[in-house]
């Protein structure tokens, strides 16, 4: 199965101030169609997932434009801009290229210092 | 709007049965593929299931024999069958569409004596 490594774990950020998370896969996401499936997902507390952006840089709709992905081959960055208090979750990566065996990353907290 | 509402977790012994089920509304079950993903108390999200519009389906190795996915089109509902349910099986488990978009609120499994 493809591990996906998320780094920081936990990340304390401060209102209005940029944050960044990173995903590494232990193989290329790469799909056969050319097409990239890494997947970030917000879990707000006491709430359902949410996705916020999918094939690595496409934001879903109604996802506000401080929140941007990036990255290639096997790493990947979920960015921040400016940090707002509703922002405080978990956010996970997910990988969608080696199906059917999809895997999540562990996952890091958000939070406001 | 679409609406995925899962009910039928509860407390089960070790070795047990469980039937959960994903009412859709706004939303054709049949022609879309949908997948069920869980996640353990404080722990991160699990890719657990997959059903596709053509009725193929697909496990997560540690479900793989004991869960069983399937979904009734008249009913626009979707199913996941838990046998021979172990503690570690305890999570709040997730019907969710195959994009992972749409996700309902989650219903809570817990296995234990």
């Known amino acids: 199965d493809v591990v996906m490594t998320q780094s920081p774990l936990s990340l304390p950020v401060t209102l209005g101030q940029p944050a960044s998370i990173s995903c590494r896969s232990s193989?290329?996401?790469?799909?056969?169609?050319?097409?990239?499936?890494l997947n970030w997902f917000q879990q707000r507390p006491g709430q359902s997932p949410r996705r916020l952006i999918y094939?690595?840089?496409n934001r879903d709709s109604g996802v506000p434009d401080r929140f941007s992905g990036s990255g290639s081959g096997t790493d990947f960055t979920l960015k921040i801009s400016r940090v707002e208090a509703e922002d405080v979750g978990v956010y996970y990566c997910m990988q969608g290229t080696h199906w059917p065996s999809w895997t999540f990353g562990q996952g890091t907290k958000v939070e406001i210092k | 709007e679409v609406q995925l509402v899962e009910s039928g977790g509860g407390l089960v012994q070790p070795g047990g049965s469980l039937r959960l089920s994903c009412a859709a509304s706004g939303f054709t079950v049949s022609s879309n593929y949908m997948s069920w993903v869980r996640q353990a108390p404080g722990k991160g999200l699990e890719w657990v299931s997959v059903i596709y519009s053509g009725g193929s389906t697909y496990y997560a190795d540690s479900v793989k024999g004991r869960f069983t996915i399937s979904r009734d089109n008249s009913k626009n509902t979707l199913y996941l069958q838990m046998n021979s349910l172990r503690a570690e099986d305890t999570a709040v488990y997730y019907c969710?569409?195959?994009?992972?978009?749409?996700w309902g609120q989650g219903t809570l499994v817990t296995v234990s004596s």
């Open positions: 969710a569409d195959g994009e992972l978009f749409y």
């Open positions: 094939k690595v840089s």
């Open positions: 193989q290329s996401l790469v799909h056969s169609d050319g097409n990239t499936y």
